[in-house]
Nanobody, 124 residues
């Protein structure tokens, strides 16, 4: 299994970025696909999750309304559209995949596979 993120970069506050995560190596139809982020000196934290089969989505309270997770089945790709970015959104963003039941999308332990991360920097 391989997860490859792209789309990070430097953007001014209020701007937008779209991150992509291309998944390969198996069928992900039953998987949850998550985005996490880690800022310098902080622990990695949950951002958003999408259940590939149903399309149901879950968000951290700090990003709800500004960030949107989606998937493209044909391209085996998960996206994170980030709008109205703030300096506090600066972090390395990671894509993750896992199979689990219940509402455990917010914890890293639920995800077995991880990408290498992509840096997002928001300047004030």
């Amino acid at each position: 299994v391989q997860l490859v993120e792209s789309g990070g970069g430097l953007v001014q506050a209020g701007g937008s970025l779209r991150l992509s995560c291309v998944a390969s190596g198996r069928t992900f139809s039953g998987y949850h696909m998550g985005w996490f982020r880690q800022a310098p000196g902080n622990e990695r934290e949950f951002v958003a999750d999408i259940w590939w089969s149903s399309g149901n989505t879950f968000y951290a309270a700090s990003v709800k309304g500004r960030l949107t997770i989606s998937r493209d089945n044909a391209k085996n790709t998960v996206y994170l559209q980030m709008n109205s970015l703030k300096p506090e959104d600066t972090a390395v963003y990671y894509c993750a995949a896992g199979v689990f039941s219940g509402s455990y999308y917010y914890t890293e332990r639920s995800y077995a596979y991880w990408g290498q991360g992509t840096q997002v920097t928001v300047s004030s």
